[in-house]
């Protein structure tokens, strides 16, 4: 029973297309996380929220919104998709907002064509 | 704006030898690190980490090691074993506010040949 997981874990889109990426985690966590792998291999964080509230918003395009309906789920929508949003996402959960006891889904690589 | 360097993409050690890989950080409001490991197709899991009061932390075949004066750290693993060979992050957060949030390193490949 996969701990953190997000779907879909492969997406080819073109560009000016809208998607969004699931994720969701039985943990029980109350935090939780989008990190962007690029193409120089960086893990940078996008977002974090806390159940539910938004508490960390790093400098993203206002393509990228992110939505938790609960705090089990944090999704991700991005719009009007360019070449350079493609990358690897990662969701993580932690049991509160720290620096430790991260969980990583494992990934969702995104293709920009 | 690199906080959190790995200076070698990639290593190669022989199963049974130490592995050491290195991470340099620039940011001195640092007081947290951390090591992640990856596999191919999979997130990143937490190895082990250590706080800015020590200079030593073990668990097991794993050894981190931290330097704040040259704000660098180490990780050490022996033996390493073939199913050592992954990706290995270091992360590093500070205290306070939104401070606690993980800033990565690009990684380090490690290859174990048997």
């Known amino acids: 029973d996969t701990a953190v997981s997000q779907t879909p874990k492969y997406l080819v889109t073109q560009m000016g297309n809208d998607k969004s990426i699931k994720c969701e985690q039985n943990l029980g966590h109350d935090t939780m996380y989008w990190y962007k792998q690029d193409s120089k291999k960086f893990l940078k964080i996008m977002f974090s929220y806390n159940n539910k509230e938004l508490i960390i918003n790093e400098t993203v395009p206002n393509r990228f919104s992110p939505k938790s309906p609960d705090k089990a789920h944090l999704n991700l929508h991005i719009n009007s998709l360019e070449l350079g949003d493609s990358a690897v996402y990662f969701c993580?959960?932690?049991?509160?907002?720290?620096?430790?006891?991260?969980?990583f889904g494992s990934g969702t690589r995104l293709t920009v064509v | 704006d690199q906080q959190v360097k790995q200076n070698s993409p990639s290593l190669s050690v022989q199963e049974g030898r130490i592995s050491i890989l290195n991470c340099d950080y620039t940011?001195?409001?640092?007081?947290?690190f951390l090591w992640y490991k990856k596999y191919p197709a999979e997130g990143p899991t937490f190895l082990i980490s250590i706080s800015s009061i020590k200079d030593k932390n073990e668990d097991g075949r794993f050894t981190v090691f931290l330097n704040k004066s040259a704000k660098h750290l180490s990780l050490h693993i022996v033996p390493s074993q073939p199913g050592d060979s992954a990706v290995y992050f270091c992360a590093a957060s500070g205290r306070g506010g939104s401070n606690y949030k993980l800033t990565f390193g690009k990684g380090t490949l490690l290859t174990v040949n048997p």
């Open positions: 993580a959960s932690s049991p509160v907002a720290t620096n430790y006891g991260y969980t």
């Open positions: 940011n001195s409001m640092f007081d947290y």
